[in-house]
């Protein structure tokens, strides 16, 4: 894909009303009326992060440097038209100061244009900016629109997880925590004006294989929703837990009645206190691990492997633990 940088004519510049950050906003109003108060609102409503620069600190950003850094990346399709697909937020802000007489220049914008891009191309494009780039959308976002990919652009899974960075199994679970929450948790509500995105990390964590194993044994995904949405699922992390809890009957009925961490420590008080252990290193621990696992006899191996015991139960829960913390201590800052 060749480009070209170009300073384009700001009216010659049209937002896309598809960007999936914004896509969930714009559906509420019609896109021929929509108007730049509304605009501004749907730009602005995006969830804010560390990795993210909000609406109004990017407003008041361009204002005092008089101008953007990084240029726009836009589409100049056949028909003449130039549509953003990676800058929707800073087009609207210089079309806001030039229609306010803001001072400064805002007749035009730094942009790197390709000409006629078809769609697989702007996906890459989008993916690669704000999935596995430096302006991440939210995770609700990113779920929604590989969401659209895989199920109505009908692209091969193999093609959105290449565009992605090769990351499967992320992929994965992004789209089916974005259909179980659309499904078990959006109806549920009163109102749509009750859905809350910010609750999709919960539905994120219960794709994890034992996680939603254990939770289907003795519930369904509309009582998962349900807890959600009571606050019996405090935090999305605890979902890790809710395995262990849910072996536990005593624990499982404070889950139903508070919530998954007042449950968890059920279940230590459950659990014979191991002194001796409390005093060994978290370095002889894994090594102590490591060693057992590598020498373990053969006969012993069979039993876990091919029973339902509790050993397994605890290991899947290990593996789940020690994924997220080793992902987390090595993400750089």
Known sequence: MESKYRDLIIEEVELDMNNPRIAKFIEMYDK?????????LALGSGVEDSNQTNYSSLYNSIKTNRGIIHPIIVNHQLDGK??????NTRVQIYKEFKENNIDGNWNTIPAI?????????????????????????????????????????????SQVIDFCGGKS????????????MEKYYRPQLNSDDEFDQREFSK??????SS??????????????AKWVINGNVDTAINVRK??????????????????????YEKTITNKPEYKDLKAVSLEQ?????????????????????????????????????????????????
């Open 113 to 157: 244009v390709y000409e006629n891009l078809n769609d697989s191309e702007i996906h890459a494009i989008r993916l690669q900016s704000h999935l596995v780039g430096p302006r991440e959308w939210d995770p609700y976002s990113k779920a929604k629109y590989l969401y659209y990919l895989s199920n109505e652009e009908n692209l091969p899974m």
């Open 32 to 40: 021929d009326t929509l108007n730049s108060e509304q605009l501004a």
């Open 203 to 208: 539905f994120f964590e219960l794709q994890n």
């Open 82 to 87: 130039y549509v953003v697909i990676e800058g």
């Open 169 to 180: 199994s992320e992929v994965t679970k992004y789209i089916n925590a974005y259909q179980d």
């Open 285 to 333: 621990l894994c090594v102590e691990l490591t060693n057992r696992m590598n020498n373990m006899p053969l006969k012993d191996y069979k039993d876990i492997k091919n029973e339902n015991n509790e050993i397994k139960s605890y290991l899947t829960d290990l593996k789940e633990n020690l994924d997220w913390f080793v992902n987390d201590i090595s993400a750089k800052e």
């Open 242 to 263: 809710l395995p262990q809890i849910l072996r536990d009957e005593e624990a499982t009925k404070v889950l139903l009645k508070s919530n998954i961490k007042e449950a």
């Open 211 to 224: 996680v939603k194993t254990a939770l289907l044994a003795n519930y369904t995904m509309e009582d998962y």
